[in-house]
């Protein structure tokens, strides 16, 4: 079983930020497709932000402009950098590692005045 080790998450103000990372294996990471999504009470999971390993990336259209997802092949860590953060963007946000299938353990997000 591949762990993948999750941070950043917290509390944070409407129009805050926060960035989010994910660790994995090194050798698993640099070929793999990068993903973060998030669950909100209630509702399914769903995608966020994915990146391939040459770089490409691809945003669910609510977080365009105001999420950015990146990685670090050297460290095997992927980032989410989450700007302009809103009250709808609370959720756990997990990390994934495509085709694999690996999640990791999930970090709570919470948007609240």
């Known amino acids: 079983q591949v762990q993948l080790v999750e941070s950043g998450g917290g509390l944070v103000q409407p129009g805050g930020s926060l960035r989010l990372s994910c660790a994995a294996p090194r050798s698993i990471f640099i070929v793999s497709t990068m993903a973060w999504y998030r669950q909100a009470p209630g509702k399914e999971r769903e995608l966020v932000a994915q990146i391939l390993p040459g770089g490409l990336t691809h945003y669910t259209d609510p977080v365009k402009g105001r999420f950015a997802i990146s990685r670090n092949n050297a460290a095997g860590t992927a980032y989410l950098q989450m700007n302009s953060l809103k009250s709808e963007d609370t959720a756990v946000y997990y990390c994934?590692?495509?085709?694999?299938?690996?999640w990791g353990q999930g970090t709570q997000v919470t948007v609240s005045s």
């Open positions: 994934n590692v495509k085709p694999n299938g690996y």
